[in-house]
C-alpha cells in the first residue's frame, strides 16, 4: 500500500513476496492484502528469546546453544535502550527515498558486534516445528541485508554476513510439558544482494500494470481456478 505522500510502504520481512511471485505481490500491495490469523506461539518465542539473549546481554555474553559465536570473534550488541528501540519502534530505522518512491521500514529481533567492537551484524529468531532446512536462508537473505541496508542509511558500519538464530523442538514425540528446544546458528552471506536494485525494481513492478498470472505459483493457480470454477 501507499502513504499519503504517494511512496510505496515496503518492510524487510515482506521482501522475500516479490521474489517469490510479482504477481501475488503486485496483488498484496495495490490492493489491501488478506488478513492471516495471528501467530501467537511465534510471537511468544521471540519474546522469550528476546528476554533470553538480554539476560546474558547484560554480561556481555550469548546464551550456551549459541556460545561457538564468541569463537568468530563476535559480540552481543550491549546498548539495550538502543537495541529495544530498534526492536519496538517500527520507524526508528525507517529509510524513506522519494526520489525512488519508498518508505522501508520494520523491526528487528537482534544485533550482534563484529571483534571491532562497531560493525554491526543484523539477527533474526526464527522458531519453527521441525529443524531448518538447507534452502530456508532463500525466505530470508532480502530481509536481513535490508536491515544491514537501513543501519547504513543511519550512519552505522555493517557487516558482510548476518544470522539466523534457529530455535526447534529437540524431540517432538515427547510427551514432557516442559518442552526442550535446540538452538541452531545459520550464518547467512549479505555482501552480493542488492537491496538498493531491488527496491528500485519493486517500485518499477508496482507502478506498472499486474503483471498477470503466474503459472509456476500454487497461490495463482488456486485463484484462476476458482475463477473458472465460478464461471
Known sequence: MKTKEGLWKLSPSGLYGYTECKSCFWVDNNYKKQGTLPLLLNSAMDSILKHRYDKYR???????????????????????????????????????????????????????????????????YKSSGNAPAEDKQKYYRDQLAAYGYMFKCHGYKVSSRAYLLHYFPKDKTNPNIKVEFVGHIDLVDISKINIERKLKDIVKLLN?????????????????GRVKYVQ
Open 58 to 124: 547484560k554480561k556481555n555474553t550469548f546464551p550456551p546453544e549459541v556460545k561457538e559465536l564468541e569463537k568468530e570473534g563476535i559480540m552481543p550488541f550491549t546498548d539495550i535502550v538502543k537495541l529495544e528501540e530498534w526492536r519496538e519502534k517500527i520507524n526508528s530505522l525507517k529509510v524513506i527515498n522519494k526520489k525512488v518512491g519508498y518508505v522501508l521500514a520494520g523491526k528487528i529481533d537482534d544485533v550482534l558486534l563484529e571483534p571491532d567492537g562497531e560493525t554491526l551484524i543484523p539477527a533474526d
Open 208 to 224: 506498472g500494470k499486474y503483471p498477470g498470472h503466474n503459472p509456476k505459483c500454487k497461490n495463482c493457480s488456486y485463484h484462476e
